[in-house]
């Protein structure tokens, strides 16, 4: 398919293209970054496309994004995207934003039935028959002069996007889950609020085999690594691996050479980084409670007693499991029964799935309870 696009590189250029884009009740939006020696991505290219036009931006030759700012949050504009949660983060960390109103077609395809997470590619066979070439995925988004193969993958990736989403709408509206659609995606134009650093050891791989004042040391370890990779941009296993922050935090090491011998540090980072954490474990024994440990035998026959439930709901609803409610919400509230804390409705799980969720999982928590 020949595929006719404009390639903007400059900051009047990108004024005139948003002040046509915001016109239109609808856009498509795509992006292309790169994301392997750094902790936050970097955008590599972004595609806007509408009425038949189709606009490829550079970010690495303009710098006022006011423009863009005002198209992605402008209310009377839906930015229709697909498998947009890392386009939704790289838009949060490079302009501040979170694109509002927003629709995702691999969720809605997800609610008429196409599958939990169809790919771009397999959703427009689908819907118009079209084929895509992926030839480009793994791209150096952030080399100059793309080529003009990078430059055509680039703009298929919005060119049938406004097609797929208005029969998806149709689908949505047609079985009866439109408004379930909206509150989801109302929901996740959310601002993201990343995880705060003295956090940051509970989502640890293996940190709930530490007890103690172990826990206490992690906790500060991970929360300086956090800090660390912020700032100077890394990601977090490039500047230490977790397995080597878990080991520190339970041997305890008195000295450089006894971190030297923990697994995985490697030299370049203790020879940076080694007084800091020995300062850093000298001053963090304080003794806190474990991070939630994976399920017991016993306690996997009851988590999947509430998943029965969610799974029964999922059926009366005619959508999919994963839909009605995750794993993620299900061990939160599995963490309330260990805790012997009354029945909470997890966040997530408030508006439409309340109506399917709040009585029967609110029930079978408390026979669970009871037969403890």
């Known amino acids: 398919m020949s595929l006719v696009y404009q390639y903007i590189d400059t ?28 902790f936050y991505p970097i955008p590599g290219l972004l595609q806007l496309a509408a009425a038949g036009e189709t606009f490829l931006v550079d970010p690495l030759t303009i710098d006022d994004w006011q423009p863009l700012q005002t198209l992605l949050t402008d209310p009377d504009t839906l930015k229709v995207m697909h ?33 939990l997470s169809p790919g771009y590619q397999s959703l427009v066979l689908d819907l118009l028959g079209e084929t895509v070439d992926k030839g480009e995925t793994r791209s150096d988004w952030l080399q100059r002069p793309l080529r003009d193969s990078q430059c055509h993958y680039a703009a298929m990736d919005v060119a049938h996007l406004m097609q797929c989403y208005d029969i998806l709408a149709q689908r949505l509206k047609d079985k009866g889950v439109w408004q379930w659609f909206l509150e989801d995606m109302q929901r996740l134009a959310q601002p993201k609020v990343p995880i705060a650093p003295d956090m940051a050891y509970t989502q640890m791989k293996n940190a709930w085999r530490l007890q103690g004042n172990s826990v206490g040391r992690l906790r500060a370890l991970a929360a300086w690594r956090e800090s660390v990779a912020r700032s100077e941009n890394r990601p977090k296993n490039f500047v230490v691996k977790d397995t080597s922050l878990i080991e520190m935090a339970r041997t305890n090491p008195a000295d450089l050479n006894e971190i030297g011998q923990c697994q995985d540090v490697r030299p370049s980072s203790l020879r940076r980084y080694g007084k800091q954490w020995l300062s850093i474990m000298a001053v963090s024994s304080e003794v806190l409670p474990g991070v939630q440990q994976p399920l017991s035998k016993n306690e996997n026959r009851d988590y999947k007693r509430l998943h029965k439930v969610v799974i029964d709901q999922a059926e ?26 009354p029945f909470s409705l997890p966040s997530n799980w408030k508006g439409w799935r309340e109506e399917f969720l709040a009585e029967p999982i609110a029930s079978e928590y408390k026979h669970i309870q009871e037969t403890h």
């Open 11 to 38: 900051n009047e250029g990108l004024k005139l293209a948003c002040q046509q884009l915001i016109q239109a009740p609808a856009i498509a939006v795509d992006t292309e970054f790169v994301r392997v020696d750094t």
């Open 83 to 115: 498998a947009c949660s890392e386009d939704l983060e790289l838009f949060q960390h490079w302009l501040e934003l979170r694109p509002t109103p927003i629709a995702d077609t691999q969720i809605a395809a997800a609610f008429v039935d196409m599958g």
């Open 316 to 341: 009366n609803a005619a959508i999919q499991v994963q839909l009605m409610g995750r794993k993620k919400e299900l061990l939160e509230l599995f963490e309330g029964l260990r805790k012997k804390q």
